[in-house]
């Protein structure tokens, strides 16, 4: 994977130009270019904003060292960290005696940047920015409307929506706030397991009618390979007749590419699309 071997798309910060410096043992130096103009620019309160844009968690270490660039040169300057996607936003939970709590780690580590204001763009869940909000970091959340309403720009003129799925438990909310706003109804869906094991997904419950014409959307907040919407829409297709089925996910990594998922979907938006970044 691309973001896994090139740093240089793990951020970017404003009016400045990031350079890294690998090293043979893997490890590797951050630096900002731009910075003395910057500095004698005559602007009393320098404000940066360093942009994250992979959830590989040793991208917070690239973010100390920016910081540390900023802080050597222009020091006293407003930082602020928009993080597109969370690292380790996926390991919210512990499961088991002796498992770690990555999520809890990385609020820490931000925490520790003294960072003026951290955005976040449509949590997986509400720990880590729960963590983040109990280390007193000042935090702006970007609420999954909002990424909706950015990434697929919605005319009704063309473009319609009958029903929005939710693909499990915790994708309701998501999918609720989606379809209020355009009245349109909810497939309610859930995994299904043997042996504990998730091996597919079925439909829990569909209040109103699917008719033959309509536009069903399932709506997400990420796409890692696409298994889990590549099984939702075989459900789908088994259980009702429509007409088109998309794709929406604020986070799209699409580490296995999207070839796949277009076999099952006539389109597929996502606010941040890191198809490139992961090829």
Not at 78 to 107: W, Y
Not at 112 to 136: A, E, Q
Not at 262 to 267: D, L, R, S
Request: hydrophobic residues 40%; proline residues 4%; glycine residues 6%.
């Amino acid at each position: 994977m691309k973001q896994r071997t090139d740093p240089t798309t793990w951020l970017t910060v404003s009016d400045c130009t990031v350079r890294v410096d690998e090293f043979p043992d893997g490890s590797f130096r951050f630096n900002l270019d731009g910075l003395e103009q910057i500095k004698y620019s005559r602007i009393s309160n320098l404000i940066f904003t360093i942009t994250l844009k992979t959830t590989l968690p040793e991208a917070i270490m690239a973010v100390y060292q920016v910081i540390s660039a900023i802080d050597g040169y222009c020091c006293g300057s407003t930082i602020n960290l928009v993080i597109e996607t969370l690292p380790d936003q996926r390991a919210d939970r512990i499961e088991q005696d002796g498992m770690s709590l990555p999520a809890q780690a990385t609020a820490a580590m931000i925490a520790g940047m003294m960072i003026n204001m951290v955005t976040v763009y449509d949590p997986h869940s509400h720990v880590l920015v729960d963590c983040l909000k109990d280390f007193d970091v000042p935090v702006l959340v970007v609420k999954p409307l909002e990424c909706f309403n950015r990434a697929v720009e919605f005319n009704p003129a063309y473009d319609k929506i009958d029903h929005v799925v939710a693909v499990d438990k915790g994708a309701v909310e998501r999918a609720e706030a989606v379809a209020h706003e355009y009245s349109a109804g909810v497939i309610y869906a859930d995994k299904t397991r043997v042996d504990g094991k998730i091996n597919g997904h079925e439909i829990v419950y569909k209040p109103d009618a699917v008719l033959p014409t309509d536009t069903i959307w399932v709506v997400d907040d990420l796409c890692d390979g696409g298994a889990t919407f590549i099984s939702i829409a075989k459900a789908l297709r088994e259980r009702y007749t429509f007409g088109e089925l998309k794709l929406y996910v604020t986070h799209g990594l699409f580490s296995r590419g999207k070839e796949e998922l277009f076999k099952h979907y006539t389109e597929i938006h996502s606010l941040f699309d890191r198809s490139e970044q992961n090829a």
